[in-house]
């Protein structure tokens, strides 16, 4: 039997029905899903390196009212490259098209063209780093790709970001990353290493603001600094321990002459 919810009219009840058919009509219309089936991007790169990555696109089309897309993507590599395939439902190569520069539009992309998935391969040269960073290290983006139609906002299918350094920024990367290890050795070992610490933040500083000999030579410092902690917390602990112990033996050697001293009284005085 259907029941009016207690507290409302038979208009209210009405008016909520209509409210409900009018979310589930909203939540059954098919969105747009486009997918990245498969990518190949890396973590990182030198500074002036050629870079190739590729990234595949499919599920083109939740909707085959909606079946035309036109593919867009960014980058800030130089000397850039973008290679584009269309692809048929059988994997069958349709077309591709090679457009040089930081971006590149694709507006061959639609079910009446029969176009199933794309390919997307990009080949340029690393960038210049223009603001250092330690944690999180800094990074270039290699490529954003999204989709456009008349009339609506791009989507953003995906955004990929490398971190690129120069061979003396990694060196003193390095060392930073040694400074930062031993000085947790320390803390590590029951040692508080306040000056390995300040010495580790100067050397990060001083790697951000890009003097990176300053920062190598406070990295050194703080690694030294933390190493001399560690070393002796470790002495005190072992003083400690090796304390304890003749305390220990100490003891025992008392109570055994204690023991030997009443096992004589009852013949001293027979």
Known sequence: MNRTP?????????????????????????VPAVG???????????????????????????DPTLGSWRLVGLTQLTDATWTVTLYDVDGNQLGRQSLDGRSFAED?????????????????????VADYRYDPPQTFQLASVA??????????????RVHHFTAESAAVADAIDAAAAETAAARAAGATPTEAEASLASAIDAYEREDFAL?????????????????AATTRRLAVSVGGT?????????????????????????
């Open 36 to 62: 990245v089936a498969e990518a190949a991007v890396p973590d990182e790169r030198q500074v002036g390196a050629t870079l190739s990555a590729r990234v595949h696109f499919a599920d083109l089309y939740h």
């Open 147 to 160: 989709v456009t139609r008349p009339g609506e906002t791009p989507t953003t299918l995906g955004t990929w």
């Open 108 to 128: 061959g992309v639609g079910l009446d063209a029969d176009v199933s998935e794309v390919g997307v391969r990009l080949v340029g040269r690393v960038p210049s």
């Open 6 to 30: 207690v507290g409302l009219g038979r208009a209210d009840s009405e008016r909520v029905a209509l409210l409900a058919i009018a979310l589930l009509l909203v939540a059954t219309v098919a």
């Open 246 to 270: 003749a305390v220990g033996l100490g003891l025992l050697g008392a109570f055994a002459v204690w023991y030997r001293r009443r096992r004589r009284l009852p013949s001293e005085h027979r």
């Open 215 to 231: 920062a190598t030579t406070l990295a050194a410092a703080a690694e030294s600094q933390a190493t001399a902690a560690r070393e």
